[in-house]
């Protein structure tokens, strides 16, 4: 039940959740339904005239042990299958040497038998242009600016890349022909990917780009389970109890403080997201009829501020989080220093992973939002989606053979090519195991992300073993936050100013933000900052997405 | 100069044109040295004669414009609404418009004047340190404690501001290592990380403990180059401790510390940005935006490179002005600064 | 030689008090710089438990391993970058060293040809920097894209380095330049047998301030440099993660940087500076004896 009534809007969870009800059993139907082909409301459109997102074609997938969802929950797998698919009978490629920009968060190996081996299967000597994550943005503008594109490269949605859209019609392949509705069957494991991911790929009603699926499920609020189990205290219900249960997990004389943030990131030290649920703050943007609220414009804003300056007043929070690092609030967070920290929701496996090498009892669990009155809570949805890959001019004349390759990079979990992707070559990469393939020291050296941030299926959960403190509870959660998601209105929509003002306008929020928490403005200031935000871009913004929406509906 | 050294003295009268002994030079020799002195003759003779010089300059000077002089004429996007794809023929030609951009933002002038306080902080807090830290060295006669001391007193400089942060956090933050001791004690914490009226003096601090050492290497090279003779002569004359500081080390170490005070002023409007950047939450724009932190979060971080070359050339600007200033002042008290006076 | 002390025999013995107070601020120096960095190596020998411990930083270290290091060291990422690295600082430096001592001698005397413009040709660039994007179609246009060059030849010389060594060369005495001049040496036998030697402390600075800027730099490899096989160490290293501000990762994609990789790349950075240090050390201890050197 959803219990704000102002929150029912066309694009409401209830639209969403009425568009998604198709799900199979054994197959898995990870994607919502075809938009505006089947007689429900389109979850997204783009402009006028936009064309028709893929249509949605399900993969054949081993059976998974906990269900998949078509809003996007991941199957779970107890034990990993063995006999496998081939979703790419013919290698792709025309042997023709090609380049592709991916973005890379760790040092990639010279020389990599990984890759050599994938480029063989692929036919398609690919030689990548690894760029670091923190200098994306820059060499994306150099990159554009040196008319020098490789022939793939990839366009992370979060990242700011100022007049994308223009961008992407100046020099790169417009891809509506080739995948818009059924034309997509051609390439079946990208029809397979779940059509929200597509949404973000489709801008200026055309479509540019095929996507990497994620889960759409947002930040997750981790917990120490383990010490919050052994001391025998409830999780909270209520925004009251929430208070008293950070100030039992609160001792300064000790350095213990119930939350700790970090000043890295795009969120800042407050995040909370828990707390924007338990008060019903949307996503980014409501929409009622036709006219769109920023979340900062909103009553709950305010309320979920004031209560997060209540919590920083209280203590509870860990002093130091506007200057702590990542690390470091990791570590207050593994060392049981800090018993809440909010990480992206995969964060999930490699805080279990690190942790329990040296502590074998740890375990640890995301709240799901409650209502701070005790009712349901609220979550937001993330856009399904990490990054979409563009084909550049400089392959206009091989647009097939582009597709083709990305068609086997997206292969789905349980196919052969897929095995080759996520752990490369048995007995030079990887051996099998009860518990599934277990990479070995090339493996972890050599296999990397470089194939699957052109494209991805979306994931599946399995941790050989742990699926009492892995599987079923991160199933549960992802089920949990489905039934209280609110989807935004403006997924798959485009707004320029949106595109080259995201970074300033969210700073200037970020700022007054901490300020208001921290107490050097006063909750009253949040008026001056609506105001300030609509100027500085806020209001452009809103004017372009309402346009677009409108043009789709 | 009457400490100075009987042979250079010697050398020194030894070139007076009006001295005797030219007449035993041969006659070019003669000319190419008095030409030197007083810097006449024709631009061609002067040419014929200097050539070497000026192509022992012309290797940097390539460098120069290849790498600084061709790629500066892309500060042109300064006055276009840049966009990398469409180019610099592509991109609209706006005039001023980034520059009144910038003006009419109240950021902009809090960054501006957040950052001229923390230089001048910087110049009267930390510029002296490696100063006093050199002398103090000098001064020591213990060899292995002060090669010890110079071998270790620039560690600092290479650890990066990320980790540096941390550790200043974790003594000092309100978690930190005193506060935990002062509530253990029943006491009250202090709050330094975060406190926006010390804010400034926290990153002179920091600054200080990172690169006062590696600073300091550069008067080290200052204060060896120093001829030995001199300290002699005026030893001989009496001259104890702090007298010789004031007569033979200073003026012997002064050009460097001149030359190195007008350049930082060039660079005033530039202070540490990742060491901004990673602490400036704690504090807020209000008190902690610098205009680099400015710039990247209102130019650079939204792909706004116009407005962030616009900044650039201000920069540049308010540099020179100060340079010049700075350099003519030097002029005045008798120093020759970064360049001459004609 | 006498042990451990240099003093000439012109300087008088320091006063006891003189000396106590050296000694504190001394010792005080050396705690202050020391002890931040015996933190570093601490933590980077820790445990990830041990560091979970202490909250975040290792003061003494109780649980030692080398984890850190071997997960950095192994797998030949690191080895092939080192030798980038050593490869472009060693011929960097020579060349910007060369480069700049010709350059500053060159200006080095206010009277000679062309002086001015030349002079303020080079100190223009200390003010107005180039932007990233015409930087790139600069090293673009000359075709230096993917080549070690991109990472020498754009900062082979920088004007402050030049200013600073020219401000030494111009405090030598003109006369003894003249004198050489006047005996028929040319300009570069000068520069070699009279100048440099007696400029070694400015030379081995300059030397050491330009390796570090090689051995430190990663932007203009992040940029020029799209082959991986030729990335220098510090672009790895950056990787492990050590950046300034990160942006958002995706949702565990990756798991967080742990805080001994870090602090094993703050103490492998910095090895080959504390090797280098004691050659740019020595000419700090000599005293120069200008009048003993003759044309």
């Not at chain 3, 106590?20 to 120096?29: D, G």
Request: charge should be negative.
């Amino acid at each position: 039940m959803n219990p704000q009534g102002s929150m029912s809007s066309a694009f409401s969870r209830r639209t969403f959740l009425s568009t998604a009800a198709l799900a199979g059993s054994g197959v898995l139907l990870a994607g919502c339904a075809p938009a505006g082909g089947s007689g429900t409301a389109p979850t997204s459109s783009g402009a006028a005239a936009a064309a028709e997102l893929p249509t949605f074609i399900a993969a054949t997938v081993p059976p998974p042990d906990l269900p998949a969802s078509p809003g996007g929950v991941e199957p779970g797998y107890f034990t990993f299958p063995t006999d496998l698919t081939v979703s790419v009978p013919e290698p792709p490629g025309s042997g023709e040497p090609l380049r592709a920009m991916v973005i890379t968060y760790s040092p990639p190996a010279p020389g990599s038998q990984y890759i050599a081996a994938v480029n063989e299967a692929l036919n398609a000597p690919i030689d990548f242009e690894f760029v670091p994550d923190a200098e994306y943005e820059t060499r994306f503008a150099t990159a554009s600016a040196g008319d020098d594109l490789p022939e793939l490269i990839q366009l992370p949605v979060w990242a700011n890349l100022p007049r994308l859209g223009e961008f992407l019609e100046a020099t790169c392949v417009d891809l509506t022909d080739h995948l818009s509705g059924d034309n997509v069957a051609t390439y079946p494991n990208l029809a397979a990917l779940p059509t929200m991911s597509w949404r973000n790929a489709r801008i200026n009603g055309r479509i540019w780009g095929v996507p990497k699926a994620n889960n759409p499920f947002p930040r997750a609020t981790f917990y120490r389970k383990d010490i919050i189990d052994g001391r025998g205290v409830e999780l909270p219900t209520n925004a009251d109890e929430f208070l008293a249960f950070c100030q039992e997990f609160t001792d300064p004389s000790k350095g213990e403080y119930a939350i700790s943030g970090s000043n890295t990131g795009a969120y800042g030290p407050f995040p909370l997201f828990l707390v924007k649920g338990m008060f019903h703050v949307p996503t980014l943007w409501r929409l009622d009829e036709t006219v769109l609220t920023y979340y900062i414009e909103t009553e709950e804003f305010a309320e979920a501020l004031a209560y997060t300056r209540k919590l920083w007043e209280a203590g509870v929070y860990h002093p130091d989080s506007p200057t702590m690092t990542g690390p470091q609030s990791k570590d207050l967070f593994s060392s049981g220093r800090s018993m809440i920290i909010e990480d992206g929701n995969g964060a999930w496996k490699p805080y279990l992973q690190l942790g329990l090498e040296q502590k074998p009892d740890l375990q640890i669990g995301a709240i799901v939002p409650f209502g701070h009155d005790g009712g349901e809570g609220s979550s937001w949805l993330d856009p399904g989606s990490f990054s979409f890959v563009a084909i550049t001019n400089t392959a206009s004349e091989r647009v097939e053979e582009m597709l083709g390759i990305i068609n086997y990079t997206a292969a789905p979990f349980g196919t052969v090519e897929e095995q080759l992707l996520a752990f490369g070559v048995e007995g030079t990469h990887f051996d099998h195991t009860d518990a599934g393939p277990v990479p070995n020291d090339l493996g972890k050296k050599e296999v990397y992300n470089s194939y699957r941030f052109l494209s991805a299926s979306s994931g599946y959960l399995f941790f050989a073993g742990q699926e009492e403190k892995y599987t079923k509870p991160y199933h549960a959660w992802q089920t949990e936050i489905e039934k209280i998601a609110v989807a935004d209105p403006t997924h798959g929509h485009y707004s320029e100013t949106w595109a080259s003002k995201k970074a300033s306008l969210n700073q200037l929020i970020l700022d007054d933000v901490i300020a208001m928490v921290l107490g050097r403005k006063e909750l009253s200031a949040l008026d001056d900052l609506r105001a300030t935000w609509a100027s500085q871009g806020g209001d452009d913004v809103r004017q372009e997405f309402e346009q677009s929406i409108e043009a789709g509906e | 100069m009457a400490t100075l050294p009987q042979t250079i003295a010697s050398q020194s009268a030894d070139r007076s044109p009006a001295h005797s002994g030219d007449a035993a030079l041969g006659p070019g020799l003669r000319r190419r040295v008095t030409e030197g002195r007083d810097g006449r003759g024709s631009w061609r003779s002067r040419l014929r004669r200097d050539w070497v010089l000026v192509a022992m300059v012309a290797p940097g000077l390539v460098l120069l414009v290849l790498f600084q002089y061709v790629p500066l004429l892309g500060n042109v996007i300064a006055f276009q609404d840049y966009v990398p794809f469409l180019g610099f023929g592509g991109s609209e030609f706006v005039g001023l418009e980034n520059f009144r951009t910038l003006f009419a933002d109240d950021a902009f002038w809090n960054s501006l004047v957040n950052t001229l306080l923390i230089t001048l902080l910087n110049l009267a807090l930390f510029f002296p340190v490696p100063i006093v830290l050199a002398l103090l060295l000098d001064s020591l006669f213990h060899d292995r404690v002060k090669k010890l001391v110079q071998g270790v007193m620039f560690l600092p400089h290479f650890i990066s501001w990320v980790v540096i942060v941390a550790l200043f956090t974790q003594l000092l933050g309100g978690a930190g290592l005193l506060n935990q001791f002062l509530l253990q004690q029943g006491m009250d914490p202090v709050q330094i990380i975060g406190n926006a009226s010390i804010f400034k003096l926290l990153l002179v601090a920091q600054v200080i403990w990172k690169d006062a050492g590696w600073a300091c290497i550069i008067f080290l090279a200052a204060l060896a180059s120093i001829d030995t003779q001199l300290y002699e002569s005026a030893a001989v004359d009496g001259a104890r401790y702090w007298r010789r500081l004031w007569h033979v080390t200073l003026p012997g170490i002064m050009p460097v510390i001149v030359i190195l005070l007008i350049l930082r002023l060039g660079d005033a409007l530039t202070v540490g940005f990742e060491q901004v950047l990673l602490q400036r939450d704690m504090v807020g724009p209000q008190a902690g935006e610098v205009l680099d932190t400015y710039v990247y979060f209102f130019g650079v971080q939204g792909g706004n490179w116009s407005v962030a070359a616009a900044a650039g050339l201000l920069k540049a600007v308010v540099g020179l002005g100060l340079v010049l200033s700075a350099n003519s002042l030097a002029h005045r008290f008798g120093q020759e600064g970064v360049y001459q006076r004609s | 030689m006498r042990y451990a002390s240099n003093r000439p025999a012109w300087m008088e013995k320091p006063s006891p008090a003189v000396l106590a107070l050296k000694i504190v601020a001394l010792s005080a120096i050396v705690f202050l710089v020391l002890f931040p960095f015996v933190v570093v190596v601490a933590t980077s020998i820790s445990t990830e438990h041990a560091i979970a411990q202490a909250g975040g930083l290792v003061v003494i270290p109780t649980e030692v391993n080398f984890e850190a290091y071997r997960q950095i060291l192994t797998g030949g990422v690191i080895t092939q970058a080192v030798l980038v690295s050593i490869g472009i600082t060693g011929v960097g430096t020579l060349l910007s060293v060369t480069v700049t001592v010709l350059a500053a001698y060159g200006l080095s005397r206010p009277e000679s040809f062309g002086h001015r413009p030349l002079l303020y040709t080079a100190l223009f660039t200390l003010l107005f920097a180039p932007g990233i994007i015409p930087m790139y179609l600069t090293v673009k246009q000359l075709g230096l894209l993917n080549s070690y060059w991109s990472l020498i030849l754009p900062t082979a010389i920088s004007a402050f380095n030049l200013v600073i060594v020219r401000t030494f060369f111009m405090r030598l005495p003109g006369e003894l330049l003249d004198a050489a001049r006047v005996d028929g040496a040319g300009e570069l036998r000068i520069l070699g047998s009279i100048v440099l030697p007696i400029s070694k402390a400015v030379i081995a600075v300059v030397g050491l301030f330009y390796g570090v800027a090689y051995w430190n730099s990663f932007f203009n490899a992040m940029l020029f440099i799209t082959d991986e096989a030729k990335w220098p160490l510090q672009v790895i290293l950056r990787l492990y993660g050590l950046q300034g501000q990160q942006i958002e990762i995706p949702a565990g994609e990756i798991p967080p940087p742990q805080q001994a990789i870090q602090m094993a790349i703050v103490v492998l950075a910095i090895i080959p500076v504390l090797i280098a240090f004691p050659f740019v050390q020595r000419h700090f201890t000599k005293g120069v004896v200008i009048g003993a050197v003759k044309g």
